[in-house]
C-alpha cells in the first residue's frame, strides 16, 4: 500500500510539473516595473512597454492575445530588446504581421538587434522588413523623443554579444542633462563599459534563466554561463544607473520555461520623491 502511494504521488508531482511548464512556457504575464527618477519632473511620469526575445513565437492566432494586451497597457512608447526572430527562423511572414500590427497600435516602436538577427542568414533583409513597416532601427545611434512637455534620449546599440555594438558612435552629440535610456539587448554590456552615459539600461537576452529552480534561480545564460548573476530583474550598477533585465517572451534551445514565465513588461518612470 505505502509503494502504491508513493507512486502515485509521483505521478501527481509528475502531472503538476508538467502543466506549471506548460503555463509558463505558453501563457505570458505583464511585469510591471517602477522606477523613480530625479531627471523626471515633478508630476509627470513615462510608461515604456518592452518586449523582448520572441523568437518567432505566437501567442493566439495572428498574435491576437499580444497584441490585445499590448493595446490595452496604452504605453508611451514601445522597445524591442532584439531576438524577435530565431537564428534558424527562414519565414518572416509571422513576425512582419506583428510588427505591422505593432505600429499601426503605436506610433513609436523602436528595436535593437539581438544575437539571433546577427545569426540568422538573411539580417539586412529582415532588418530593412521592419523599417519598412514604421520600426525605428536604433543601430548605433539615439534619437530624442518627446513626451507631452518632456524631451529624453533613446540609444540603441547593435548586439554586445557578438560584437556588433558601437557606444561612443550610439552615444556621440547626446544631450546629457536628459534622462537618457540606452538598449542594449545583452545585458553584459555593464561589465564590458562601466562608464555609460545611461540612467536607465533595458536588456533581455538571458531569459531569465528559461528553468529555474526554488532558492537557486537561473540555472545558466548565455554568455554567463552557470549560476548567472544578471539574470532577470532590477539591479543598481552604480550610484545613479540602474539595468533592467526582461526575461522575454519565448524560448531558445530548449522549448521550455519553468518557474520563469514568458512575459513583456512595463516600466513606468516616476519623479524622484
Known amino acids: 500500500m505505502k509503494r502504491k502511494l508513493f507512486y502515485i504521488g509521483l505521478l501527481i508531482v509528475f502531472i503538476v510539473l508538467i502543466v506549471k511548464v506548460y503555463m509558463d512556457t505558453n501563457y505570458f504575464k505583464v511585469n510591471t516595473v517602477p522606477i523613480e527618477s530625479s531627471k523626471m519632473p515633478q508630476g509627470q511620469s513615462i510608461n515604456i512597454l518592452q518586449l523582448s526575445d520572441l523568437h518567432n513565437r505566437e501567442f493566439g492566432e495572428g498574435h491576437h492575445k499580444l497584441l490585445n494586451k499590448v493595446e490595452s497597457l496604452n504605453a508611451d512608447l514601445i522597445v524591442i530588446t532584439g531576438d524577435l526572430i530565431d537564428r534558424k527562423t527562414e519565414e518572416f511572414t509571422s513576425v512582419f504581421e506583428l510588427v505591422e500590427q505593432l505600429t499601426s497600435i503605436h506610433g513609436q516602436v523602436y528595436f535593437v538587434t539581438g544575437n539571433h538577427e546577427w545569426e540568422n542568414k538573411r539580417t539586412n533583409e529582415f532588418i530593412s522588413g521592419l523599417t519598412e513597416r514604421g520600426v525605428v532601427v536604433l543601430n548605433n545611434r539615439h534619437v530624442p523623443i518627446t513626451i507631452g512637455t518632456l524631451s529624453i534620449n533613446l540609444v540603441g546599440i547593435d548586439d554586445e554579444s557578438t560584437a556588433h555594438e ?108
Not at 230 to 248: T, V, W
Open 166 to 273: 558601437q557606444v561612443d558612435k550610439a552615444f556621440n552629440n547626446l544631450v546629457e542633462d536628459r534622462l537618457t535610456i540606452l538598449l542594449s539587448h545583452a545585458p553584459t554590456v555593464v561589465t564590458k563599459y562601466d562608464d555609460l552615459p545611461a540612467d536607465l539600461i533595458l536588456s533581455g537576452h538571458t531569459h531569465g534563466g528559461q528553468v529555474r529552480l526554488p532558492f537557486v534561480g537561473a540555472l545558466v545564460a548565455p554568455d554567463q554561463g552557470f549560476f548567472p548573476s544578471l539574470d532577470q530583474g532590477l539591479y543598481e550598477i552604480g550610484e545613479k544607473q540602474r539595468l533592467y533585465i526582461d526575461s522575454g517572451l519565448g524560448t531558445s534551445v530548449a522549448p521550455i520555461r519553468f518557474l520563469n514565465p514568458s512575459q513583456m513588461s512595463l516600466i513606468k518612470i516616476n519623479p524622484q520623491n
